[in-house]
Structures are given as structure tokens and as C-alpha cells.
């Protein structure tokens, strides 16, 4: 039982923040009156840190590059509704910063890490981000730390490690299925 617990809390954290509890001696834990713990609180002299704090303990940006923390500063709006048939939806849609509009159609250098959509060692479609998969099902980041990318011509070879790509951007308005915010069209591995 313990140890199904400490496994459920374990995948809640997410990569960054298991990092910087490990890096910092004077994190905290605390339970609430409703007896849930809180892996993330901090001392109360702790600067407040984001999610895009914690981006440059994973990946540098590359030379003439795009920083994963311009594509961070796209709002997440929430929409949910109900289809005619009765259904509940529910997923996010993109508010881009003007620094992001910018990029729109525009080839763009980024580095970070894959999470593969196939089984396949070469991929064509996969998803890209500035941290390192930790769960096999689910790409814990926000959707505006993801890029879904499209390497069509030259499939890329998966990697544990972080690799550079180059590629045309899109930006996607609205995508209820995936709540994609980006794509990177045309793809390739740079060396």
C-alpha cells in the first residue's frame, strides 16, 4: 500500500519539479487539513519559480535558436462546452504572445526532447518539448511547452537525448482534438 502511494505521487510531480526538490535541501512538504500533500511547497524566503524557470536545467537554447520561453508565455484559454448530442468537452485553446505571432510560417531552430506517438525507432510524427519524457502515456507539461512535429521527409531517430531541430512553425488557432498550439512542418535533425 505505501508503496503504491509513493508511486502515484512520484508520476504527479512533474520533471522539473522533481529536479529542483532533489536540488534543493530546503524544500518542504506540507499536508492540508483535508490531508493531501503538497510535494511543491516552499519555504516562505523561496523565490517563486515557473514551469519556464526550470527550462534551462534541461536544455541551452542553440545557436541562432528559439528559447522554450518564448513559446511559454502563450496563454492557455480554457473552453468547455457541450456537443449537440449532449457531451461534455472540454480543452484549451492558444492566446500567442505578439513574440510567437512573430514566428508564424517562419523557420525556426529549437532544441529539447522527444516523446515518440509510435513504436517505430525512426519517427515521423512525434511531440517535442524543452523536458525529459517521464511517463510513457502522458507528456506532463503544459501545451504551450509542446510542439507537435511533423519530419516527413527524413524521419528522425528517437532519442533519449536532447536533439536540435530545424523546421518551418504553425501556429494552430484551434485544435479541440489535441489542444496543439504548434507545429513544426518539414523537419530535420540538426547536427
Known amino acids: 500500500m505505501r508503496f503504491g502511494i509513493i508511486l502515484a505521487l512520484t508520476?504527479?510531480?512533474?520533471?522539473?519539479?522533481?529536479?529542483?526538490?532533489?536540488?534543493?535541501?530546503?524544500y518542504t512538504t506540507t499536508t492540508t487539513a483535508s490531508g493531501t500533500?503538497?510535494?511543491?511547497a516552499q519555504p516562505s524566503d523561496a523565490p517563486t519559480r515557473t514551469l519556464s524557470d526550470y527550462i534551462k536545467d534541461y536544455v541551452d537554447v542553440p545557436?541562432?535558436?528559439t528559447d522554450?520561453?518564448?513559446?511559454?508565455?502563450?496563454?492557455?484559454?480554457?473552453?468547455?462546452?457541450?456537443?449537440?448530442?449532449?457531451?461534455?468537452?472540454?480543452f484549451f485553446k492558444p492566446k500567442f504572445s505578439e513574440a510567437v505571432r512573430k514566428l508564424d510560417g517562419q523557420e525556426v531552430t529549437v532544441k529539447g526532447f522527444m516523446?515518440?506517438?509510435?513504436?517505430?525507432?525512426?519517427?515521423?510524427?512525434?511531440?517535442?518539448?524543452?523536458?525529459?519524457?517521464?511517463?510513457?502515456?502522458?507528456?506532463?507539461?503544459?501545451?504551450?511547452?509542446?510542439?507537435?512535429?511533423?519530419?516527413?521527409?527524413?524521419?528522425?531517430?528517437?532519442?533519449?537525448?536532447?536533439?536540435?531541430?530545424?523546421?518551418?512553425?504553425?501556429l494552430v488557432n484551434v485544435d479541440p482534438e489535441n489542444s496543439t498550439f504548434y507545429k513544426l512542418v518539414d523537419a530535420q535533425l540538426v547536427k
Open 115 to 170: 516523446f515518440p506517438l509510435d513504436e517505430t525507432e525512426k519517427q515521423k510524427l512525434f511531440l517535442f518539448g524543452p523536458f525529459p519524457v517521464s511517463c510513457p502515456f502522458h507528456y506532463h507539461v503544459s501545451p504551450s511547452l509542446v510542439i507537435e512535429v511533423h519530419a516527413d521527409k527524413a524521419p528522425v531517430k528517437f532519442s533519449y537525448d536532447p536533439i536540435t531541430l530545424k523546421g518551418r512553425l504553425r
Open 63 to 65: 545557436s541562432g535558436g
Open 68 to 90: 522554450w520561453k518564448v513559446f511559454s508565455k502563450t496563454k492557455e484559454i480554457n473552453v468547455e462546452g457541450k456537443t449537440k448530442d449532449g457531451y461534455d468537452y472540454q
Open 37 to 40: 500533500v503538497d510535494l511543491n
Open 11 to 26: 508520476l504527479m510531480i512533474w520533471p522539473a519539479d522533481a529536479y529542483a526538490i532533489s536540488k534543493e535541501k530546503n
